[in-house]
């Protein structure tokens, strides 16, 4: 664990890059999911019992 503390304080940047790319996602997705309503897809589902229209 040591050693791993001692690499991210000798090269930061990729660590710092990479939370912020999570942070970033984390953001998107939820204004990505009030812009939906929620994300829930309410009554979205495509299951409901159609029969495709075969012959």
Do not use: H, K, T
């Not at 050693?3 to 990505?32: H, K, Q, S, T, Y």
Request: hydrophobic fraction near 40%; aromatic fraction near 10%; include cysteine.
């Amino acid at each position: 664990m040591r050693e791993l503390f001692d690499i991210i304080r000798a090269n930061p940047w990729p660590f710092g890059a990479g939370l912020f790319v999570v942070i970033l996602m984390i953001i998107a997705e939820n204004f990505g999911r009030g812009i939906q309503g929620g994300g829930d897809c309410g009554g979205c589902s495509d299951a409901d019992g159609g029969d495709g229209g075969g012959d």
